[in-house]
């Protein structure tokens, strides 16, 4: 069994683009003046040659990403969320989404959990505008060790991806050994006949929290890691509909437009049952710590099981 390791997804971001280095000769890093902050920097000290500093101009780091993916090369262009996502909405729609272009766009404190920064830079919406992207990969893995295996997977991966991570550290759930990232596949992370939870990012942690808090009422609930929103693992949201009649997505992200809503389509065109989403409701944020934060949106493990209490009613 691996060693459980408490990071934030970003600082494991930074270390896997850092051992792709070598690997990746056609790999180049670009970053918005936040390197320290994305943890880009890690690959800086180990290719200065291949990473470029855009400064505060995201639109024009996507541009020189799409132009570099056009001769060859394997762009990663990172900043927060809010940035990559948003503020460059439209060149990563018409440079990158529209000629599907081979660039790895990153978003970093992505979610209410940036926390200080406050409602300008708490970006709950990404998902949900990548989602909207034609060709657009959007993946949120878990942890350290999901978020060491995205990023080799991602390289290898030939077309537009986003990758969301976060600014908190959070609990590993992925510290086995086989671990294996697989594009567009769920991990189901226990067992439950009850019903299901789906999450995504660090949501997964607070769901198998949940889990463990139902167990103690008598209620079995199967906890999936759905590390991939698009495509989304259909297979394994209609298999846990049918299995347990009930479904409840985490997510730390708007419930409009996000995994919920992923999730939703889903069952709403194939296997429709009884569905709660726990997210940010539509609301903006505001400052304060982020734990505080995930607290007051709603966002822990009780909040979770008491969405899968309310669900199980309308079974």
């Known amino acids: 069994m691996a060693e459980k390791i408490k990071k934030a997804t970003r600082e494991s971001f930074g270390m896997a683009l850092a ?52 001769c060859g090369k394997i762009p990663v262009a990172a900043t927060f969320a809010m940035f990559s996502a948003e503020r460059a909405m439209e060149q990563v729609r018409n440079s990158v989404g529209y000629p599907h272009l081979n660039v790895k766009i990153v978003g970093t404190h992505a979610g209410i959990s940036v926390g200080e920064d406050g409602a300008t830079h708490q970006c709950n919406e990404d998902c949900a505008t990548m989602r909207s992207i034609p060709g657009m990969t959007v993946i949120c893995p878990s942890d350290h060790y999901e978020t060491m295996a995205a990023v080799k997977a991602m390289l290898d991966y030939e077309g537009p991806v986003y990758l969301r991570l976060g600014r908190l550290p959070v609990e590993s759930v992925n510290h086995n050994d086989d671990y294996a990232f697989v594009w567009g596949k769920s991990i189901q992370k226990r067992g439950g006949t009850d ?121």
């Open 19 to 70: 051992q792709a280095a070598k690997e990746y000769p056609q790999l180049v890093v670009l970053d918005a003046d936040l390197a320290k902050a994305t943890r880009t920097d890690l690959f800086k000290a180990e290719c200065p040659e291949r990473f470029v500093d855009c400064g505060i101009a995201e639109g024009n780091m996507i541009g020189v990403a799409a132009g570099l993916a056009a």
């Open 195 to 315: 019903a299901t939870i789906i999450a995504m990012g660090a949501e997964v942690y607070e769901a198998l929290e949940a889990a463990k808090l139902l167990e103690g009422e008598g209620v079995s609930v199967r906890v999936i890691n759905m590390h991939t929103i698009k495509p989304i693992d259909e297979e394994a949201v209609c298999k846990a509909a049918q299995e347990t009649g009930a479904i409840v997505t985490a997510e730390e992200h708007s419930v409009i437009g996000g995994l919920g809503d992923a999730v939703g389509d889903v069952l709403l065109r194939s296997c429709p049952v009884p569905m709660e989403k726990v997210g940010v409701q539509d609301v903006y944020g505001y400052s304060g710590p982020g734990g505080v934060l995930m607290d007051s949106f709603g966002l822990r493990a009780a909040n979770i099981a008491e969405a899968v209490r309310r669900v199980l009613k309308r079974k």
